[in-house]
């Protein structure tokens, strides 16, 4: 039986040629802390992780190495920067589309005085950015927004948000964990103060390893959210206040960074097009196709204009968790079913709380694997 990957939307697999082979690398040659010892192997590891800060600043055209923080993940970068910026009496604007990553640190900030405004999307996932403005308020702080959402891939304008926030002197905070290595980011064109980014999905890094980019003016705005060892200013008992150190106390992930070291080499060398016109192609002929299937519903939209190559289907004379199963059981297909994580986005879209059946592609999967999956979901409707 076959074995097909569509799951991409919670991780990336394969991952990038020259991934398992960077992180091999770190582990058997090099293996030692960064900015801690005064030896070559020491030094060969902190110049690969400032190189992976460079490659993320050429990704997403910012200029400022030193202002790339390294995470565990996007839902600790999220964290970092929601609790840091936020405090009592602050207001928080964020769209009905987001993450539980977004959305539980806010839900848990309203304990300690912090009230938010979720601005409504259409029931395609589609954000109206002038709707934003009739819920600014004097005491708004931020607009917190992921780029695409996770459930049915369509992209938000937030170009038009970036431009609002700055016009209004209002932090923006973008979560790209569905759009970097899909989409260009441009961080200047977005407007954004603050980006926040995953290593493991579109990045076709290794899990464990995220961040954020930001802005001088938030860096210093931000509180701290873990203080400890930096191997800089050890005589302080304070944590350093310059960048990177700030945001990076402790043992990092050095072997994750290798990796999306690794993968960002790749990515920039086939180039985003590249990668997301495949993924398109894939998509399209995988919509082509379940058009023509009886009794499923394609969840948000239906054509490939300002969406991931990522697509929720409903089957609602069966149960969706079935179907899922039997795709994985019967076929060797596996896929992602329920809530995504993102019970807000559900309820946008009308599939709360049944949730829908996620194909979420790579620019790895062939044509032939959705060809297969195509005629194995049409057995399952048989």
Do not use: W
Not at 59 to 77: C, G, H, M, Q, R
Not at 236 to 257: C, R, S, V, W
């Amino acid at each position: 039986m076959p074995r097909v990957y569509l799951d991409n939307g919670a991780t990336s697999f394969p991952k990038a040629p020259g991934v398992s082979e960077s992180i091999g690398d770190y582990l058997t040659n090099i293996g030692c802390n960064i900015n801690r010892g005064a030896y070559d192997s020491s030094f060969m590891a902190e110049n690969i992780v400032y190189e992976t800060r460079e490659l993320l600043c050429e990704l997403f055209n910012y200029n400022k190495p030193e202002n790339v923080v390294f995470t565990k993940n996007i839902t600790e970068s999220l964290n970092v920067l929601i609790k840091g910026l936020c405090k009592k009496g602050d207001h928080v604007i964020v769209s009905s589309m987001e993450h539980n990553a977004v959305m539980r640190p806010i839900n848990y900030l309203k304990n300690f005085g912090i009230e938010y405004t979720k601005v409504n999307c259409n029931e395609k996932g589609e954000l109206d950015p002038r709707n934003i403005i009739e819920y600014i308020k004097e005491n708004t702080k931020a607009v917190i927004m992921t780029h695409a959402s996770n459930v049915c891939g369509t992209i938000l304008r937030l170009e038009e948000v970036g431009s609002i926030c700055s016009e209004k002197g209002i932090v923006f905070i973008v979560d790209t964990a569905q759009t970097a290595g899909f989409c260009k980011i441009d961080y200047e064109i977005l407007k954004a103060d603050a980006i926040a980014f995953t290593g493991h999905k579109g990045l076709l890094g290794p899990q464990g390893i995220g961040g954020f980019i930001i802005n001088d003016k938030l860096a210093r705005e931000i509180d701290t959210f873990i203080e400890g060892g930096t191997g800089s200013l050890s005589e302080h008992e304070l944590q350093p206040e310059y960048m990177p150190d700030k945001f990076e106390a402790g043992t990092m992930n050095i072997p994750g960074i290798f990796g999306l070291n690794a993968a960002l080499k790749y990515i920039l060398e086939k180039g985003i097009d590249f990668i997301r016109e495949k993924e398109l192609y894939l998509l399209e002929n995988f919509l082509n196709e379940i058009y023509d299937i009886q009794d499923i519903e394609i969840i948000g939209k239906k054509t490939l204009e300002e969406r991931t190559a990522l697509i929720s289907l409903d089957f609602p004379s069966k149960d969706n968790a079935e179907i899922s199963y039997r795709l994985y059981k019967e076929f060797g297909i596996m896929t992602r079913c329920g809530m995504h994580c993102a019970p807000s986005a559900h309820k946008t879209l009308k599939t709360f709380p049944r949730g829908t059946v996620r194909f979420s592609f790579s620019h790895f999967n062939s044509i032939e694997e959705i060809n297969y999956t195509l005629n194995s979901i049409k057995k399952c409707m048989e």
